[in-house]
T-cell receptor, first 113, second 116 residues
Framework: KQEVTQIPAALSVPEGENLVLNCSFTDSAIYNLQWFRQDPGKGLTSLLLIQSSQREQTSGRLNASLDKSSGRSTLYIAASQPGDSATYLCAVRGNTGFQKLVFGTGTRLLVSP | GAGVSQSPSNKVTEKGKDVELRCDPISGHTALYWYRQRLGQGLEFLIYFQGNSAPDKSGLPSDRFSAERTGESVSTLTIQRTQQEDSAVYLC??????????????FGEGSWLTVV
């Protein structure tokens, strides 16, 4: 059974800092990994999708890496801003059977001005 | 529509009543998912629909929960005889399905259910 863990559970940084969020998963048989952000009282917004054959994806100040063999992904946020404050979730999609996403419990990020 | 649409956005119901939650996926998306998120907790998979295939119901927590989908369009999640532990936000998501599972999943804003 796939299990996804995110560390740290919460993170507080001053504006402008670069930061790294971590995601680990127990079963490396995945199709892809997706990073989301969730704002309080809102649904999830997709940030980046990394296919199992890829090593990283970039979008603006965000860079996500994937090391499938070691079961790890990182989300790098450059020059953080208060608007980045949210909960960040990673989710993996298995490559066998039905393709449900298995989510981590998230990292709650607070960027202070 | 432009995004995944869910209704109602908020629902307060009395314990023991039945509730029905609706999801309109993005047009053309054949895959549809329901997840539940209790306050302060992660997302729990409930059910997955893909085209006309039999759905993956492995996440439904009890037989009080059921879901239907009409073709590749609207889905309804029904909770019978609601209990207080059913209080959560119920999130629907959809995606294209190409057979390679490489597609981004898009979520709705959720239906916030409170059982009193």
């Amino acid at each position: 059974k796939q299990e996804v863990t995110q560390i740290p559970a919460a993170l507080s940084v001053p504006e402008g800092e670069n930061l790294v969020l971590n995601c680990s998963f127990t079963d490396s048989a995945i199709y892809n990994l997706q990073w989301f952000r969730q704002d309080p009282g809102k649904g999830l917004t997709s940030l980046l999708l990394i296919q199992s054959s890829q090593r990283e994806q970039t979008s603006g100040r965000l860079n996500a890496s994937l090391d499938k063999s070691s079961g790890r992904s990182t989300l790098y946020i450059a020059a953080s801003q208060p608007g980045d404050s949210a909960t960040y979730l990673c989710a993996v999609r298995g490559n066998t059977g039905f393709q449900k996403l298995v989510f981590g419990t998230g990292t709650r990020l607070l960027v202070s001005p | 529509g432009a995004g995944v649409s869910q209704s109602p956005s908020n629902k307060v119901t009395e314990k023991g009543k039945d509730v029905e939650l609706r999801c309109d996926p993005i047009s053309g998306h054949t895959a549809l998912y329901w997840y539940r998120q209790r306050l302060g907790q992660g997302l729990e998979f409930l059910i997955y629909f893909q085209g006309n295939s039999a759905p993956d119901k492995s996440g439904l927590p009890s037989d009080r929960f059921s879901a239907e989908r009409t073709g590749e369009s609207v889905s309804t999640l029904t909770i019978q005889r609601t209990q207080q532990e059913d209080s959560a936000v119920y999130l629907c998501a959809s995606s294209f399905y190409s057979g390679t599972a490489g597609n981004t999943i898009y979520f709705g804003e959720g239906s916030w259910l409170t059982v009193v």
